[in-house]
């Protein structure tokens, strides 16, 4: 099962490499992006688009940064309490059990 697993993930990227070659050899016109504040430099259309696709991911990464960072603690939390909650139990479960002898 797990190497059906691996050769649909190496088929899915063979496509997705496939269709960015295509892609890239489809869009060598040069565009020269004008900012507001700067121009940058011609380069063809699809290495803007995938510097951009780039930069989008990146900076979703940073943003979600953050709700990743606040979740790991609440999960570390969660366990800690867990822990004590676990040690409580127990203690209860081994002073009952000498009550009752």
């Known amino acids: 099962m797990r190497w059906i697993k691996g050769l649909i993930l190496a088929v899915i990227l063979l ?28 380069v063809s259309l699809s ?12 900076l979703g990464m940073l943003a979600m940064l953050g709700v990743y960072v606040r979740l790991k603690a609440r ?3 969660s366990e800690r309490h867990n822990k004590q909650q676990r040690k409580e139990l127990d203690r ?10």
């Open 15 to 42: 496509v997705v490499l496939l269709v960015g070659i295509l892609f890239a050899v489809n869009n060598q016109q040069t565009i020269a992006l004008n900012l507001i504040w700067a121009e940058l430099p011609p």
């Open 47 to 58: 290495v803007w688009l995938l510097a951009t696709l780039a930069l989008g991911v990146v």
């Open 75 to 77: 999960l570390a939390r």
């Open 92 to 101: 209860l479960r081994t002073q009952e059990l000498k009550e009752l002898a």
